[in-house]
């Protein structure tokens, strides 16, 4: 334990280095555990809109949402969101599946649909690039 002591007594820039990295994987292993909302693959997403009748709300912008959505879907964009919280209340008691390109901006419209009360949210992983992959069907309008 001493040579750890000495080593971190004489450099230490690379022990706090080295504790911000530690800092920084372990939020992002224990992060997911606390927040309200799930994150569902495609093919667990397509399960949950065919047994639970879920609801998928794309928060796209109007320009990607042209170039090829997931059918059904209803589009309200991420800037927009608070806005028009009121039109998805009908949907307040199913769960609702929220989609972007990649699932990043899906994420934070996850956490304010959680705010506002919607108890199953989930975000789809990976966004609708990950549902093209698995080789769903998508409409082009």
């Known amino acids: 334990m001493e040579p750890y002591i000495d080593f971190a007594s004489r450099h230490p820039y690379l022990t706090m280095a080295l504790l911000v990295v530690v800092a920084m994987l372990a939020y992002s292993y224990l992060a997911p555990l606390f927040r309200p909302w799930k994150t569902v693959t495609p093919l667990e997403a397509t399960r949950l809109i065919n047994r639970e009748d ?7 912008e109007d320009n990607e949402y042209r170039g ?9 964009p991420l800037g927009v ?5 009121d039109e ?3 949907y307040k008691d199913r769960p609702i599946i929220v989609a972007c390109r990649t699932g990043n901006r899906s994420a934070a419209a996850c956490t304010r649909l959680s ?6 949210v989930y975000n789809l992983g990976g966004g609708v690039l990950a549902w093209e992959n698995a080789n769903l069907p998508l409409r082009r309008t």
């Open 54 to 60: 879920a609801v998928l709300l794309d928060v796209r």
């Open 81 to 85: 969101l608070d806005k028009r919280l």
């Open 68 to 76: 090829g959505h997931i059918v059904n879907s209803v589009h309200i």
């Open 115 to 120: 705010k506002a009360g919607f108890g199953q």
């Open 88 to 90: 998805l209340e009908k």
